[in-house]
């Protein structure tokens, strides 16, 4: 137990101190999450029963049922004199899920989706080919996050900016 202690210590003294310095720029220690993102559009959500992903991408594929949750949009509360800015979340009638990925780059990739009606008759399989894009939303200095995101309708399946 001690040793975890310890290295828990340093862990933290080592992450604080590479925030410090002159010149040096403190990044946020977060982790991202290697997933490509499907909303259900709110007018299509009365047709999806059950959703099926398959995403490939460097030649690999991975596939898997997505469990859809309600999605939502941000509401500006806006700021106060101090400073301090809010937002809230606003249920927007689509429905969320992500597919989970070992690995995630820019390059081309792959996404199917197929699944069920309400009713159980099959959805159309729909696929797409996009890049996922790279955002540098902490600065450059920070790191860049890889974001690959779709969104499924009627017509098929959209990249989603």
């Keep these: 137990m001690r040793r975890q202690g310890l290295l828990l210590a340093l862990m933290m003294t080592a992450?604080?101190?590479?925030?410090?310095?002159?010149?040096?720029?403190a990044c946020p220690a977060i982790a991202q999450a290697t997933v490509v993102s499907v909303t259900v559009a709110a007018d299509y959500v009365p047709h999806v029963g059950s959703l099926h992903v398959k995403a490939c991408q460097d030649g690999t594929c991975k596939e898997a049922d997505v469990e859809l949750q309600a999605g939502s949009t941000s509401i500006d509360q806006g700021c106060t004199p101090?400073?301090?800015?809010?937002?809230?979340?606003?249920?927007?009638?689509?429905?969320?899920?992500?597919l989970?990925?070992?690995?995630?780059?820019?390059?081309?990739?792959?996404?199917?989706?197929?699944?069920?009606?309400?009713?159980?008759?099959?959805?159309?399989?729909?696929?797409?080919d996009f890049r996922p894009k790279a955002n540098y939303p902490f600065?450059?200095?920070?790191?860049?996050?890889?974001s690959a995101s779709v969104t499924l309708d009627g017509t098929g399946l959209h990249e989603r900016s």
């Design 15 to 25: 992450g604080l101190a590479s925030g410090c310095g002159p010149g040096a720029v």
């Design 82 to 98: 101090e400073g301090v800015c809010s937002a809230t979340a606003s249920p927007d009638g689509t429905k969320v899920g992500m």
């Design 100 to 128: 989970m990925l070992d690995t995630l780059t820019e390059s081309l990739m792959t996404v199917t989706s197929s699944g069920h009606a309400a009713d159980g008759s099959p959805l159309p399989v729909h696929t797409l």
């Design 139 to 146: 600065g450059v200095q920070c790191g860049k996050f890889i």
